[in-house]
T-cell receptor, first 111, second 119 residues
Framework: RKEVEQDPGPFNVPEGATVAFNCTYSNSASQSFFWYRQDCRKEPKLLMSVYSSGNEDGRFTAQLNRASQYISLLIRDSKLSDSATYLCVVNTYGNTGKLIFGQGTTLQVKP | DAGVIQSPRHEVTEMGQEVTLRCKPISGHDYLFWYRQTMMRGLELLIYFNNNVPIDDSGMPEDRFSAKMPNASFSTLKIQPSEPRDSAVYFC?????????????????FGEGSWLTVV
């Protein structure tokens, strides 16, 4: 079983739609969680951190469920520019530098 | 400020040749990471350094791969001899500190990647 698992998609949605991605992680000792965005042929970039209480940044909402060991990302009012691959990222070893990346979920927003 | 700088951006080499990828992290960052990305396996951590010291190299696929960080502003990833299955995008990344809940603003900054093709 992979340490971080995501549905690869692709998710094809129309502009303005709401779309949600889920991610599960296997290590219950994981402490830090993030969503990264990667555009085609580009490097990954931080989209947002995921806090225990859940957090929102504009049209993006991230949730963490420690009991079920999953993380979610909700995108409201999708824009064409949201088309990208979204990577779920977990720091599995606490206070160290090791980030584990999921395979990513591809989103395609269509006009 | 300059971001993470990698070179070369693209390299095509023949099987059996030595490949050296270079990285300059963001000034002042204590951590440096080498990742490899392929369609099949996604983004894999190969090795990371803290204050120029290798901390975890468990992701290095085999002895053909080696990485060094002789000083805080430079790192290399070497493949010798290269094989076609090494074809991938190799990302170098750096961060200011390790990852711990509460350090909400910390992140890892990636270079643009070195696109390696071994034929």
């Amino acid at each position: 079983r992979k340490e971080v698992e995501q549905d690869p998609g692709p998710f094809n949605v129309p502009e303005g739609a709401t779309v949600a991605f889920n991610c599960t992680y296997s290590n219950s000792a994981s402490q830090s969680f993030f969503w990264y965005r990667q555009d085609c042929r580009k490097e990954p970039k931080l989209l947002m951190s995921v806090y225990s209480s859940g957090n929102e940044d504009g049209r993006f909402t991230a949730q963490l469920n420690r009991a079920s060991q999953y993380i979610s990302l909700l995108i409201r009012d999708s824009k064409l520019s949201d088309s990208a691959t979204y990577l779920c990222v977990v720091n599995t070893y606490g206070n160290t530098g090791k980030l584990i990346f999921g395979q990513g979920t591809t989103l395609q927003v269509k006009p | 400020d300059a971001g993470v700088i990698q070179s070369p951006r693209h390299e095509v080499t023949e099987m059996g040749q030595e490949v050296t990828l270079r990285c300059k992290p963001i000034s002042g960052h204590d951590y440096l990471f080498w990742y490899r990305q392929t369609m099949m396996r996604g983004l894999e951590l190969l090795i990371y350094f803290n204050n120029n010291v290798p901390i975890d190299d468990s992701g290095m696929p085999e002895d053909r791969f080696s990485a060094k960080m002789p000083n805080a502003s430079f790192s290399t990833l070497k493949i010798q001899p290269s094989e076609p299955r090494d074809s991938a995008v190799y990302f170098c990344a750096s961060s200011l500190r390790g990852f711990r809940e509460g350090y909400s603003g910390n992140t890892i900054y990636f270079g643009e990647g070195s696109w390696l093709t071994v034929v």
